[in-house]
């Protein structure tokens, strides 16, 4: 590789990196979101039974959504190996100008292969089921004072999630 080719590469590296750490950033932001919209118990007591369980089915599929983004910004955040690995990578191509300069850089391309391999893995775990849906909307299709909210909420926020999950 040339100079010009590792700096082609570093460039993307650091775009690549930033970009990785805005991700990783939103994911925060989303848990803190799902966190302010979850109704306590004990602001659910004045509603009537078919609201309180209604809100209930909101509150638990919430901690679902809330419990595989925790699981996805974990298997996430253990990717910034990677991009240490690729730092350490191009320091070890710029370094191999000898023999052994070239021993270090093979032996961290193979580092890096492997890292790139082991989170290939994690990253394919993301694929799981979307938390259950069903309970938020049986609530909403049982009960009058439950669909009155909910359509209300609907009104206010036509494309939001409540809109979404009772569709």
């Known amino acids: 590789m040339t100079d010009d080719d590792l700096r082609v590469v570093a460039k993307a590296t650091r775009k690549g990196k930033s970009g990785y750490n805005r991700m990783l950033l939103r994911l925060d932001q989303a848990r803190r979101n799902l966190q302010l919209a979850r109704i306590s118990g004990n602001d659910r007591a004045a509603a009537s039974p078919g609201v309180r369980r209604l809100l209930a089915a909101w509150d638990a599929y919430l901690r679902d959504v809330d ?80 669909r009155a909210l909910v359509d209300a909420a609907n009104k206010r926020a036509p494309h939001g999630s409540l809109a979404e999950l009772v569709q």
């Open 67 to 146: 419990t595989e983004v925790a699981s996805m910004s974990a298997k996430l955040n253990s990717g910034k190996l990677t991009f240490r690995r690729s730092d350490d990578l191009l320091d070890a191509a710029r370094g191999a100008t000898d023999e052994a300069g070239y021993a270090v850089f093979d032996r961290k391309r193979r580092r890096f292969r492997a890292e790139v391999q082991r989170l290939s893995g994690s990253l394919n775990s993301l694929n799981t089921p979307e938390p259950d849906k069903r309970p938020v909307r049986d609530a909403y299709t049982e009960n009058d004072d439950a």
